[in-house]
């Protein structure tokens, strides 16, 4: 190649106010000139631009981001490759991700949900795994404002148009419904896969001569500057202008990628693989020859398969067209690769190759267009310390807390009013649009606390669950981030699963602001404590900054996965009685609180301050659940969360085969009422037993300085009394729990 | 009996099916690729579940001109044993070996759930370890299940015992409210009139072990495995 970089007839005069049209400072652009030496063709600004977006470089996070790190021997792949991965026994290794796509998703639901789901697949499979799980966790707005019917629709059926065309079932999520996230919805996709110990894939470039081929979807001008001026900037009031950054989906094209590139992998001629993703053929291209200290990589644009013809090298660079791929071959096995995609009807091209230069080099028409330090695009982007600072007396919480005494008495009224509430209410009109069958290991799917799959060939299972707490977060951004984790974890363990380790979607609002920057790194040190309290490391994860529309950020909300290992699938547990005549117990771990309460936010009587969660009991109540249902001895068992102890109870009766009721006393005879029965916060969980399993499962619970308080019994008449103020027909509560969606959108199916 | 089943790019329920009748029904089952002539010797050939070429024309449109079809339209020619599962169903209209065609749910929403089928004619290959009138309890999961065809060709269907599997109720009866998908008379299974090509909206082979939600499915695969020649 020349060392002369050239500009192409046509390119823009490349100086700092178009830098600034960029999305990069006037620092930044100082910082470029000194790396070059010169001033950077349009091609490489370009270029720049989307490497350094705060989603590619993580500049303002990376710096707190290291707290997350894990303990090196707890994990099979740590950060710094696609996802990581966990031992979950019997040579497999589980492979997964949380990612979001909260502006695209904004900006045209349908494509932008969908292209989520592409994308968070594509980072499994890259690792040489087979994608067999997604969840997701949508944050709407208020049901009544006007867009969220629009939203809600669009991003559901994209969910379902791409993750039921490719094959992977969708076996869980999350809703939530909050005036909050009217101008900023969130849309955070998970995927989990599998893969055999010793097969799992690399993004690090190795071998100099390496050639590096392109396989997928030809290149079109979709997506351009989505990394950079759409998921890295806030909203005005106006986004609709933002349309033609969001990709489109071809979902049939992903599934033949899927397929062809596990195919490949078998060959092991594949060196390191990456998914073009945000900042497409730049990014995949400069990290996988990253990676590695002294490789270069050279393209040759010419080769790149297009759309249309006339596609310069900045929009070939900076495309984010969907379904693409990027290898690093072994030398001289390039047809072996290349036939397995064209036996799947796909384009396979050598591109370019790995070099011994250090350098990151494009060249187009005969020209070197770009020619830059690999290391500038990706270790040596910005990092910022940037300010933070608690909020001040006047901030304005991001979500309104009710300091008014309640409005509603605490009893069935409000029972059946918390039931009929979107955010508590079942979500089959949901889920129902999401194929959860397809690969045949769906033991425990939507509805209940986790998902469940069976590992074919193994005796053993997997528990997933995706949660999130941004009422919490919003009073506290630490303990609500140390909730979430306790939450979803114990979600895992009450399916009778070992949490193993999680993966977070962190989503805030502007990082330039000290207060947002304050909730953040408040929000990873909780989920660090909590990580540690309970043995579960933080394998991959995503930021997600600029969430704000009109300076309006939405509240802190750090998304949690959990997975989870059974070791008998067998033995998995499901939150719904099972029989009439078991006993009901109660495990409290920390006091329920009205505090970040649903209850509170419909009725009053919230306060702004949140108590300190005890992690230590949180983790006993893990471990003894684990072991209880090891030992066969739990029925049903269901965390008190999102609506507190009546809630979780009138849940238990709705089975989906069979309906139960259940006569209990009231869990606490001391204290304020509403808080006992709708009170929130990391407090206990609901089981069941047979009568003759509850001396001994009282006894696991006490081990565990934990105690288990038998409150009553699941009967065959469906009704639900809890002490003497509740008693409920429990076909009506179903009816009521059933119909709160359907009865807002209109019948599916 | 060898079973071919067919993946098509974009078939999704391939694996699954293989996984049902060579794991769970003990079956020697071949998979077979479109791009192929050869059946491999099957004697009976499923068509999966799927988007098969992405379904971005219609349904299984582009799937009928495969090279395996063309080899499998001779096959059920000569009387050999054809059962297509939802997109395989519908790959099985476009291809004229049954009557009528698929089309958008009522709903125009993707439907996924467990439903309650009647079996309404136990005396063909596919139904035949059945009793009539029996329910069966297996999942749908499809975007475009609704069946229709002229008024005509239903009322033949019905008259010459076509129709072997309708939505119904937990009690069997069918309602408005338990057809998932607006099907006409809420149709959820056909076989042509010599009984040797079938078309099921629900999946089988998604209802094979008690752990993922039922074993009704195995009644379907068991039948045939018993109608083998």
């Not at chain 1, 001629?269 to 730049?282: N, S």
Request: aromatic share 6%.
């Amino acid at each position: 190649m020349t060392s002369n970089v050239a500009s192409l007839p046509g390119d823009p005069h490349v100086n700092e106010a178009l830098a600034r049209d960029h999305g990069v400072s006037a620092d930044e652009y100082r910082r470029i000139l000194e790396i070059l030496g010169r001033t950077p063709t349009f091609t490489e600004l370009g270029v720049f631009s989307v490497a350094w977006s705060e989603h590619c470089s993580y500049k303002s996070s990376r710096r707190h981001l290291k707290m997350l790190q894990p303990d090196r021997e707890r994990v099979a792949v740590g950060a710094g490759e696609n996802a990581g991965a966990i031992d979950v026994g019997d040579g497999w290794l589980a492979v997964f991700k949380i990612e979001s796509h909260n502006h695209p998703s904004y900006v045209e639901p349908y494509q932008g949900a969908a292209t989520g789901v592409g994308g968070i697949v594509r980072d499994i499979f890259t690792m040489g795994a087979r994608p067999v799980a997604n969840l997701n966790s949508l944050k709407f707005g208020s049901f009544s404002h006007p867009r969220t019917r629009y939203l809600l629709g669009g991003v559901v059926g994209g969910i379902g148009g791409y993750g039921n065309c490719v094959g992977i079932p969708t076996v869980g999520g999350e809703v939530m419904f909050d005036a909050a996230y009217n101008g900023n919805i969130l849309v955070n996709a998970f995927c989990l896969g599998l893969v055999r110990k010793g097969e799992i894939l690399s993004a690090k470039a190795r071998g100099v001569g390496n050639p590096v081929i392109y396989v997928g979807s030809a290149t079109g001008r979709d997506g351009i500057h989505g990394a950079s001026l759409l998921a890295s900037a806030e909203f005005a009031a106006r986004s609709d202008h933002k349309r033609p950054t969001v990709q489109v989906g071809d979902p049939f094209a992903e599934k033949l990628l899927i397929e062809a590139c596990l195919e490949a992998a078998k060959t092991g001629a594949i060196v390191a693989i990456q998914d073009m993703g945000a900042a497409g053929l730049t990014s995949s291209s400069s990290e996988m020859a990253g990676r590695s200290d002294g490789l270069g990589i050279d393209l040759e644009l010419d080769r790149v398969p297009l759309r249309e013809e006339d596609l310069t090298p900045y929009e070939m660079l900076l495309s984010e067209s969907q379904e693409r791929m990027l290898i690093v071959g072994e030398r001289g096995r390039e047809s072996e690769l290349i036939s397995v995609f064209e036996k799947w009807d796909l384009h396979a091209v050598v591109i370019g190759e790995i070099t011994d230069t250090s350098r990151w080099r494009a060249r187009y028409r005969g020209l070197t267009v770009a020619d830059l330090p690999v290391k500038s695009l990706t270790d040596g982007a910005p990092l910022y310390d940037r300010p933070a600072a608690a909020p001040n007396r006047n901030w304005q919480h991001s979500m309104v807390v009710d300091r008014k005494p309640p409005q509603h008495p605490p009893g069935s009224d409000a029972l059946r009013r918390l039931l009929d509430n979107p955010n508590l209410a079942s979500k089959r009109w949901v889920f129902r649009q999401y194929d959860c069958l397809v690969r045949g290991n769906t033991v425990i799917g939507p509805g209940s606390d986790a998902s469940v799959l069976r590992i074919k060939g193994t005796k053993r299972g997997l528990a997933l669950k995706v949660d999130s707490n941004p009422r919490a977060c919003s009073l506290n951004p630490y303990v609500g981030a140390i909730a979430t984790v306790c939450e979803s974890a114990l979600n895992v363990a009450c399916s009778g699963a070992r949490p193993l380790a999680i993966t977070n979607c962190l989503n805030y609002g502007n990082p330039q602001r000290p207060e947002i920057m304050w909730q953040f790194i408040r929000g990873v040190e909780g989920l660090r404590a909590a990580a540690d309290a309970l043995g579960v490391p933080v394998i991959s994860g995503n930021v997600s900054f600029y969430n704000e529309t009109e300076g309006r950020s939405i509240p802190p909300t750090p998304t949690i996965a959990v997975v989870g290992v059974i070791e008998a699938v067998s033995k998995r547990v499901t939150q719904h009685f099972k029989r009439a005549g078991d006993v009901i117990a109660i495990v409290r771990t920390n006091p329920p609180q009205l505090a970040a309460s649903e209850y509170a936010a419909m009725f009053g009587g919230g306060t702004d301050w949140l108590a300190e969660i005890d992690l230590a009991r949180e983790a006993a109540l893990i471990d003894a659940l684990v072991e209880a249902s090891g030992r066969g001895l739990v029925s049903s068992a269901h965390d008190i969360s999102d609506g507190g102890f009546a809630v979780a109870l009138a849940e238990c009766c709705f089975a989906p085969d069979s309906l139960t009721g259940a006569e209990v006393k009231l869990p606490e005879s001391e204290g304020d009422l509403a808080s006992i029965l709708f009170g929130e916060g990391s407090s206990g969980v609901v089981v069941s037993a047979e009568a003759g399993a509850m001396t001994e499962l009282r006894a696991i619970f006490a081990r565990h300085a934990l105690e288990a308080r038998t409150i009553g019994t699941v009967t065959s008449a469906a009704r639900l009394k809890i002490g003497s103020g509740i008693s409920e027909d429990t076909n009506e509560l179903r009816s009521i729990y059933e119909s709160a969606l359907t009865r807002r959108l209109g019948n599916v199916g | 009996m060898r079973w071919g089943v067919v993946t098509f790019p974009g078939s999704l329920d391939d694996a699954d099916a293989v996984y049902a009748l060579r794991e769970v029904m003990g079956q020697d089952a071949v998979a077979l690729w479109h791009k192929d002539e050869s059946l491999q010797g099957a004697g009976c050939i499923v068509l999966p579940g799927g988007f098969s070429y992405g379904d971005y024309l219609r349904c299984g449109a582009i799937a009928r001109f495969s090279p395996i079809m063309k080899s499998i339209i001779g096959f059920a020619a000569d009387g050999g044993l054809v059962l297509g599962i939802c997109n395989g169903f519908q790959i099985l209209c476009e291809a004229r070996l049954l009557p009528g065609a698929l089309t958008r749910n009522r709903s125009l929403s993707f439907v996924c759930e467990q439903v309650n089928l009647r079996v309404e004619n136990a005396k063909t290959p596919f139904t035949r370890s059945c009793r009539d009138r029996d329910l069966l309890r297996i999942p749908v999961k499809h975007g475009e299940g609704s069946y229709t065809a002229p008024e005509s060709e239903i009322r033949q269907l019905e008259e010459r015992g076509q129709i072997l599997l309708r939505y119904t109720d937990r009690t069997g009866v069918p309602t408005e409210a338990t057809n998932p998908n607006g099907s006409l008379h809420s149709i959820a299974g056909i076989a042509n009139q010599r009984f040797n090509v079938c078309g099921l909206m629900p999946h089988p082979e998604h209802a094979v072990e008690a752990m993922l939600g039922g074993e009704d499915g195995r009644r379907i695969f068991q039948s045939i495995i018993d109608s083998a020649p």
